[in-house]
Protein backbone atom coordinates (compact mmCIF):
# COMPACT_ATOMS: atom_id res chain seq x y z
CA UNK A 1 0.00 0.00 0.00
CA UNK A 2 1.34 3.58 -0.80
CA UNK A 3 0.21 6.32 0.97
CA UNK A 4 0.43 9.84 0.52
CA UNK A 5 2.33 12.01 3.53
CA UNK A 6 -0.50 13.51 5.41
CA UNK A 7 -0.02 16.78 5.71
CA UNK A 8 0.22 18.76 9.08
CA UNK A 9 -1.80 21.20 7.78
CA UNK A 10 -2.56 23.27 5.16
CA UNK A 11 1.00 25.14 5.36
CA UNK A 12 2.41 22.54 2.96
CA UNK A 13 0.07 22.95 0.06
CA UNK A 14 0.23 27.03 0.01
CA UNK A 15 3.48 26.61 -2.06
CA UNK A 16 1.59 24.95 -5.07
CA UNK A 17 1.56 27.26 -7.42
CA UNK A 18 -2.13 28.79 -8.79
CA UNK A 19 -3.73 28.50 -5.73
CA UNK A 20 -6.30 31.46 -5.24
CA UNK A 21 -6.04 34.10 -2.34
CA UNK A 22 -6.75 32.71 0.55
CA UNK A 23 -3.39 31.40 0.69
CA UNK A 24 -2.51 34.31 2.33
CA UNK A 25 -4.68 33.66 5.36
CA UNK A 26 -3.80 31.34 8.65
CA UNK A 27 -3.24 28.00 7.89
CA UNK A 28 -6.64 25.89 8.36
CA UNK A 29 -5.62 23.15 10.50
CA UNK A 30 -7.52 19.60 11.38
CA UNK A 31 -7.83 19.89 14.91
CA UNK A 32 -9.31 23.51 13.84
CA UNK A 33 -11.87 22.42 11.23
CA UNK A 34 -12.72 19.23 13.24
CA UNK A 35 -13.88 21.24 16.08
CA UNK A 36 -16.06 23.63 13.44
CA UNK A 37 -17.85 20.84 13.06
CA UNK A 38 -18.35 20.17 16.76
CA UNK A 39 -19.34 23.65 17.11
CA UNK A 40 -22.36 22.86 14.52
CA UNK A 41 -23.95 19.35 15.35
CA UNK A 42 -22.01 18.50 19.10
CA UNK A 43 -20.16 15.61 19.33
CA UNK A 44 -21.03 12.54 19.86
CA UNK A 45 -18.84 10.36 22.22
CA UNK A 46 -17.03 7.11 19.80
CA UNK A 47 -18.92 8.44 16.55
CA UNK A 48 -17.66 10.44 13.57
CA UNK A 49 -17.72 13.52 14.06
CA UNK A 50 -18.98 14.13 10.09
CA UNK A 51 -21.24 11.53 8.05
CA UNK A 52 -22.25 10.14 11.86
CA UNK A 53 -25.07 8.59 10.80
CA UNK A 54 -24.48 5.49 8.44
CA UNK A 55 -25.42 1.99 7.69
CA UNK A 56 -22.86 -0.57 7.00
CA UNK A 57 -22.55 -3.03 3.96
CA UNK A 58 -20.20 -5.86 2.36
CA UNK A 59 -19.68 -7.52 -1.02
CA UNK A 60 -17.39 -7.57 -3.60
CA UNK A 61 -16.17 -5.62 -6.32
CA UNK A 62 -14.41 -7.07 -10.10
CA UNK A 63 -12.27 -4.99 -12.17
CA UNK A 64 -12.02 -4.49 -16.28
CA UNK A 65 -9.52 -5.32 -18.55
CA UNK A 66 -10.30 -1.60 -20.31
CA UNK A 67 -9.42 -0.35 -17.21
CA UNK A 68 -6.24 -2.15 -16.45
CA UNK A 69 -5.24 -0.46 -19.59
CA UNK A 70 -4.93 2.25 -18.18
CA UNK A 71 -4.23 1.44 -14.14
CA UNK A 72 -1.51 -1.02 -12.91
CA UNK A 73 -3.77 -1.42 -9.79
CA UNK A 74 -4.54 -4.63 -8.18
CA UNK A 75 -7.99 -3.28 -7.86
CA UNK A 76 -8.55 -3.78 -12.10
CA UNK A 77 -7.55 -7.26 -11.75
CA UNK A 78 -10.31 -8.90 -13.21
CA UNK A 79 -10.51 -10.91 -9.39
CA UNK A 80 -12.99 -10.50 -7.32
CA UNK A 81 -12.23 -8.31 -4.44
CA UNK A 82 -13.82 -8.44 -1.17
CA UNK A 83 -15.47 -5.00 0.12
CA UNK A 84 -16.32 -3.11 3.55
CA UNK A 85 -18.91 -0.26 2.36
CA UNK A 86 -20.41 2.21 5.01
CA UNK A 87 -23.80 4.25 3.16
CA UNK A 88 -24.06 7.66 5.29
CA UNK A 89 -25.55 11.07 5.68
CA UNK A 90 -23.38 13.75 5.73
CA UNK A 91 -23.39 16.39 9.04
CA UNK A 92 -22.97 15.27 12.44
CA UNK A 93 -26.32 14.73 13.18
CA UNK A 94 -27.13 10.86 14.28
CA UNK A 95 -30.74 11.85 14.10
CA UNK A 96 -30.57 13.65 10.82
CA UNK A 97 -33.78 12.74 8.72
CA UNK A 98 -33.28 10.88 5.81
CA UNK A 99 -35.03 13.46 3.59
CA UNK A 100 -33.00 15.57 4.80
CA UNK A 101 -31.75 17.90 1.47
CA UNK A 102 -28.08 17.15 2.29
CA UNK A 103 -25.38 14.75 0.43
CA UNK A 104 -25.16 11.09 0.94
CA UNK A 105 -21.94 9.15 1.24
CA UNK A 106 -20.73 6.01 0.00
CA UNK A 107 -17.48 4.75 1.07
CA UNK A 108 -15.44 1.45 -0.01
CA UNK A 109 -12.56 -0.33 1.46
CA UNK A 110 -11.20 -2.98 -1.19
CA UNK A 111 -9.15 -6.07 0.40
CA UNK A 112 -6.28 -6.78 -2.17
CA UNK A 113 -3.34 -9.42 -2.20
CA UNK A 114 -1.01 -9.36 0.60
CA UNK A 115 -2.80 -7.48 2.80
CA UNK A 116 -3.27 -4.19 1.17
CA UNK A 117 -6.32 -1.97 0.83
CA UNK A 118 -8.00 0.59 -0.95
CA UNK A 119 -10.08 2.89 0.40
CA UNK A 120 -12.62 5.76 -1.21
CA UNK A 121 -14.95 8.22 -0.11
CA UNK A 122 -17.70 9.57 -2.18
CA UNK A 123 -21.00 11.74 -1.81
CA UNK A 124 -24.03 11.75 -4.48
CA UNK A 125 -23.03 15.20 -5.60
CA UNK A 126 -21.10 15.46 -8.94
CA UNK A 127 -19.36 18.31 -7.19
CA UNK A 128 -17.87 19.25 -3.77
CA UNK A 129 -19.08 22.48 -1.84
CA UNK A 130 -15.55 24.05 -1.33
CA UNK A 131 -12.16 24.30 -3.65
CA UNK A 132 -10.02 24.34 -0.41
CA UNK A 133 -10.12 23.91 3.27
CA UNK A 134 -11.02 27.60 3.98
CA UNK A 135 -14.38 27.60 2.72
CA UNK A 136 -15.19 24.55 4.53
CA UNK A 137 -14.36 26.08 7.91
CA UNK A 138 -16.24 29.47 7.25
CA UNK A 139 -19.10 27.03 6.47
CA UNK A 140 -18.56 25.34 9.55
CA UNK A 141 -18.41 29.02 11.57
CA UNK A 142 -21.26 30.54 9.61
CA UNK A 143 -24.07 26.97 10.71
CA UNK A 144 -22.92 27.04 14.06
CA UNK A 145 -26.20 28.01 16.16
CA UNK A 146 -26.57 30.97 17.41
CA UNK A 147 -27.59 30.45 21.08
CA UNK A 148 -29.99 32.64 21.57
CA UNK A 149 -31.94 31.15 18.84
CA UNK A 150 -30.62 27.67 18.28
CA UNK A 151 -29.91 28.90 14.36
CA UNK A 152 -27.92 30.22 12.30
CA UNK A 153 -27.16 33.50 11.81
CA UNK A 154 -28.98 34.48 8.95
CA UNK A 155 -26.26 37.50 8.61
CA UNK A 156 -23.46 35.01 8.91
CA UNK A 157 -24.75 32.45 6.42
CA UNK A 158 -25.40 35.78 3.67
CA UNK A 159 -21.85 36.64 4.22
CA UNK A 160 -20.61 33.28 4.00
CA UNK A 161 -22.55 32.70 0.67
CA UNK A 162 -21.29 35.99 -0.97
CA UNK A 163 -17.96 35.01 -0.06
CA UNK A 164 -17.27 32.11 -1.01
CA UNK A 165 -19.19 31.26 -4.86
CA UNK A 166 -17.09 28.41 -4.72
CA UNK A 167 -20.10 26.91 -2.54
CA UNK A 168 -22.50 27.86 -5.04
CA UNK A 169 -23.00 24.75 -7.44
CA UNK A 170 -23.11 22.18 -4.54
CA UNK A 171 -25.71 24.29 -2.33
CA UNK A 172 -27.64 24.57 -5.72
CA UNK A 173 -27.82 21.07 -6.74
CA UNK A 174 -28.68 20.05 -3.34
CA UNK A 175 -31.63 22.43 -3.34
CA UNK A 176 -32.67 21.61 -6.68
CA UNK A 177 -32.63 17.84 -5.95
CA UNK A 178 -35.07 15.53 -3.40
CA UNK A 179 -32.92 13.23 -1.98
CA UNK A 180 -32.43 9.64 -3.22
CA UNK A 181 -35.21 6.53 -2.40
CA UNK A 182 -32.86 4.62 -1.30
CA UNK A 183 -29.42 3.95 -1.07
CA UNK A 184 -29.33 1.66 -4.11
CA UNK A 185 -31.13 4.42 -6.26
CA UNK A 186 -28.26 6.91 -6.42
CA UNK A 187 -24.85 7.20 -8.33
CA UNK A 188 -22.02 8.27 -6.37
CA UNK A 189 -19.11 10.42 -7.42
CA UNK A 190 -15.30 10.14 -6.30
CA UNK A 191 -15.71 14.33 -6.42
CA UNK A 192 -11.82 14.78 -7.00
CA UNK A 193 -9.46 13.72 -9.94
CA UNK A 194 -7.00 11.17 -9.32
CA UNK A 195 -4.57 10.04 -11.77
CA UNK A 196 -4.25 6.10 -13.01
CA UNK A 197 -0.48 5.13 -14.10
CA UNK A 198 -0.45 2.13 -16.09
CA UNK A 199 2.54 -0.46 -16.12
CA UNK A 200 4.94 1.40 -18.49
CA UNK A 201 4.37 4.37 -16.48
CA UNK A 202 1.86 6.86 -18.24
CA UNK A 203 -0.63 8.71 -16.35
CA UNK A 204 -3.80 9.78 -17.03
CA UNK A 205 -6.33 12.42 -14.86
CA UNK A 206 -9.39 10.31 -13.84
CA UNK A 207 -12.54 11.36 -12.01
CA UNK A 208 -14.87 8.35 -11.20
CA UNK A 209 -18.98 8.01 -10.42
CA UNK A 210 -20.47 4.75 -9.28
CA UNK A 211 -24.19 4.29 -11.53
CA UNK A 212 -26.60 2.03 -9.71
CA UNK A 213 -27.85 -0.69 -11.87
CA UNK A 214 -31.32 -0.70 -10.48
CA UNK A 215 -31.39 3.15 -11.75
CA UNK A 216 -31.85 6.42 -10.20
CA UNK A 217 -34.53 7.30 -8.33
CA UNK A 218 -35.49 10.68 -6.28
CA UNK A 219 -38.07 10.96 -3.53
CA UNK A 220 -41.27 12.72 -5.18
CA UNK A 221 -42.46 15.67 -3.38
CA UNK A 222 -45.19 13.93 -1.68
CA UNK A 223 -42.99 11.24 -0.67
CA UNK A 224 -41.14 13.66 1.47
CA UNK A 225 -43.58 14.30 3.60
CA UNK A 226 -44.65 10.57 4.13
CA UNK A 227 -40.95 9.06 4.72
CA UNK A 228 -39.84 7.81 8.03
CA UNK A 229 -36.61 9.56 9.35
CA UNK A 230 -34.58 6.39 9.14
CA UNK A 231 -35.75 4.61 5.97
CA UNK A 232 -32.46 4.42 3.98
CA UNK A 233 -31.09 1.74 6.13
CA UNK A 234 -34.48 -0.83 5.96
CA UNK A 235 -34.86 -0.20 2.42
CA UNK A 236 -30.93 -1.33 2.06
CA UNK A 237 -31.18 -4.24 4.03
CA UNK A 238 -35.15 -5.50 2.22
CA UNK A 239 -33.38 -4.45 -1.52
CA UNK A 240 -30.62 -6.80 -0.95
CA UNK A 241 -32.92 -10.07 0.71
CA UNK A 242 -33.73 -9.74 -2.98
CA UNK A 243 -30.42 -10.20 -4.54
CA UNK A 244 -26.93 -8.04 -4.56
CA UNK A 245 -27.27 -4.51 -5.53
CA UNK A 246 -24.68 -3.85 -8.31
CA UNK A 247 -22.96 -0.26 -9.11
CA UNK A 248 -20.79 0.32 -12.06
CA UNK A 249 -17.89 2.32 -11.75
CA UNK A 250 -17.55 4.71 -14.74
CA UNK A 251 -14.10 6.23 -15.17
CA UNK A 252 -14.08 9.61 -17.13
CA UNK A 253 -10.86 10.33 -18.36
CA UNK A 254 -9.46 13.52 -18.54
CA UNK A 255 -7.69 16.04 -21.55
CA UNK A 256 -5.83 18.79 -21.28
CA UNK A 257 -7.12 21.97 -19.27
CA UNK A 258 -9.45 20.22 -17.30
CA UNK A 259 -9.49 20.98 -14.03
CA UNK A 260 -7.56 18.74 -11.59
CA UNK A 261 -7.15 20.43 -8.42
CA UNK A 262 -10.72 22.09 -7.62
CA UNK A 263 -13.35 19.58 -6.85
CA UNK A 264 -16.26 21.97 -7.70
CA UNK A 265 -15.82 22.18 -11.05
CA UNK A 266 -17.59 19.24 -12.80
CA UNK A 267 -15.42 17.82 -16.22
CA UNK A 268 -17.37 18.24 -19.50
CA UNK A 269 -19.78 15.60 -19.60
CA UNK A 270 -18.23 15.23 -23.54
CA UNK A 271 -15.05 13.39 -22.24
CA UNK A 272 -14.26 9.38 -22.75
CA UNK A 273 -15.73 6.91 -20.82
CA UNK A 274 -14.64 3.68 -19.55
CA UNK A 275 -16.34 0.96 -17.52
CA UNK A 276 -13.83 0.25 -14.69
CA UNK A 277 -15.76 -2.66 -12.77
CA UNK A 278 -18.84 -3.60 -11.27
CA UNK A 279 -19.51 -3.19 -7.14
CA UNK A 280 -22.17 -6.07 -5.62
CA UNK A 281 -23.29 -5.06 -2.13
CA UNK A 282 -24.71 -8.60 -0.73
CA UNK A 283 -25.39 -7.54 2.87
CA UNK A 284 -26.25 -4.80 5.35
CA UNK A 285 -27.02 -3.82 8.58
CA UNK A 286 -26.60 -1.31 11.41
CA UNK A 287 -23.40 0.38 12.18
CA UNK A 288 -23.03 -0.26 15.44
CA UNK A 289 -20.46 -3.41 16.27
CA UNK A 290 -19.92 -3.81 12.52
CA UNK A 291 -17.11 -4.24 10.27
CA UNK A 292 -16.98 -0.98 8.76
CA UNK A 293 -17.57 1.09 12.03
CA UNK A 294 -13.66 1.05 12.60
CA UNK A 295 -12.82 1.88 9.31
CA UNK A 296 -11.30 5.35 8.51
CA UNK A 297 -12.21 5.40 4.66
CA UNK A 298 -9.41 7.68 3.90
CA UNK A 299 -9.51 8.63 0.37
CA UNK A 300 -5.39 8.64 0.08
CA UNK A 301 -5.13 5.64 1.17
CA UNK A 302 -4.64 3.64 -2.52
CA UNK A 303 -2.52 1.41 -4.03
CA UNK A 304 0.15 1.57 -6.79
CA UNK A 305 -1.51 2.26 -9.83
CA UNK A 306 -3.47 5.02 -8.73
CA UNK A 307 -2.16 8.42 -7.25
CA UNK A 308 -3.84 11.46 -5.74
CA UNK A 309 -3.38 14.86 -7.26
CA UNK A 310 -2.63 18.61 -5.66
CA UNK A 311 -6.22 18.94 -4.79
CA UNK A 312 -6.04 20.75 -1.88
CA UNK A 313 -8.86 19.61 -0.46
CA UNK A 314 -7.96 16.25 -1.18
CA UNK A 315 -4.86 16.61 0.47
CA UNK A 316 -6.38 18.03 3.44
CA UNK A 317 -9.00 14.66 3.99
CA UNK A 318 -6.35 12.63 5.36
CA UNK A 319 -5.61 14.56 8.44
CA UNK A 320 -9.36 15.70 9.22
CA UNK A 321 -9.84 12.52 9.13
CA UNK A 322 -7.26 11.16 11.55
CA UNK A 323 -8.03 13.51 14.22
CA UNK A 324 -12.00 12.69 14.20
CA UNK A 325 -10.74 8.72 14.12
CA UNK A 326 -8.59 9.82 16.86
CA UNK A 327 -11.42 11.11 18.88
CA UNK A 328 -13.85 8.36 18.31
CA UNK A 329 -11.10 5.70 19.14
CA UNK A 330 -10.62 7.59 22.38
CA UNK A 331 -14.29 7.94 22.97
CA UNK A 332 -14.15 11.44 22.74
Given at each position: MTRTPLPHAIAGILALAGLPAWAAD??????????????????TPGERRNHTKGTCAAGEFVGTPEAARYSRS????????????????????????????????????????EGQVHQMAMLNTPMFGAA????????????????????????????FKAGHPDNLAQAQYLAGNNPPASYS????????????????????????????????????????????????????????????VRWDMLVSLGEPGDPQDNPTLPWPATRKEIKAGTLSITSAKPQKGAECEAVNFDPLVMTDGIEPTDDPVLQFRSAAYAVSYGKRLGGQ
Open positions: PEVTAPQVVEAIEGVFGAALFSGKPLPVIARFSLSGGNPKAPDTAKSARGMALQFALPHPQTFLDLMQALRPDPATGKPDPEKMKARSSYWGIHTFRFVDGKGRVTPVRWRFVPQDGEQRLSDAEMKGAGRDFLEQTLVERIKQGP
